[in-house]
């Protein structure tokens, strides 16, 4: 069983959340989180899912106010063993639903190309051309969220 939460920046959760992003995004690529990155997260809403049984968390996602109207999802991870069963899209409609309560009215994201089929999936919209962002490429998405 797997329930979501929002976190608070500099607490041991958060340090948790780093460590998965961390391996799930960046060491199979050879990148690293810089001390300015994560300074950087000090206003975003950090999102969870966390297993009931040991309160660990399983997958995570950041929103990041880019205006008055639009979030930015970043750093969107699920443990490589929960792959595939459902977290990713838990997570998503959690990050909806935190974006409906605070008056947001569009989630952006930059999605790596493998994960496309996903957002689409949960619907979010391709806008434009394919990008390289780490070394990957990426497109950016938009999903309108209805208030």
């Known amino acids: 069983m797997i329930y979501e939460k929002e976190i608070i920046y500099g607490t041991?959760?958060?340090?948790?959340?780093?460590?998965?992003?961390n391996r799930i995004?960046?060491?199979?690529?050879g990148l690293s989180?810089?001390?300015?990155?994560?300074?950087?997260?000090?206003?975003?809403f950090l999102l969870c899912c966390c297993n009931v049984k040991d309160d660990k968390i399983?997958?995570?996602?950041?929103?990041?106010?880019?205006n008055d109207n639009t979030l930015q999802l970043r750093q969107m991870a699920v443990e490589?063993?929960?792959?595939?069963k459902g977290i990713g899209s838990k997570?998503?409609?959690?990050?909806?639903?935190?974006?409906?309560?605070?008056q947001y009215k569009y989630i952006?994201?930059?999605?790596?190309?493998e994960a496309v089929a996903f957002y689409k999936k949960n619907g979010y919209d391709v806008e434009g051309e394919e990008f390289i962002e780490v070394g990957m490429p990426h497109y950016e998405m938009l999903k309108k969220i209805l208030l």
């Open 91 to 102: 997570i998503l409609f959690f990050a909806e639903e935190i974006a409906k309560k605070n």
């Open 33 to 44: 989180f810089s001390d300015e990155d994560l300074k950087k997260e000090r206003n975003d």
């Open 25 to 29: 995004l960046r060491e199979p690529w």
């Open 80 to 84: 490589s063993f929960r792959q595939g």
């Open 12 to 21: 041991s959760e958060h340090q948790e959340m780093i460590a998965l992003r």
């Open 108 to 113: 952006y994201l930059h999605a790596r190309k």
């Open 58 to 66: 399983v997958g995570c996602c950041v929103l990041t106010p880019l």
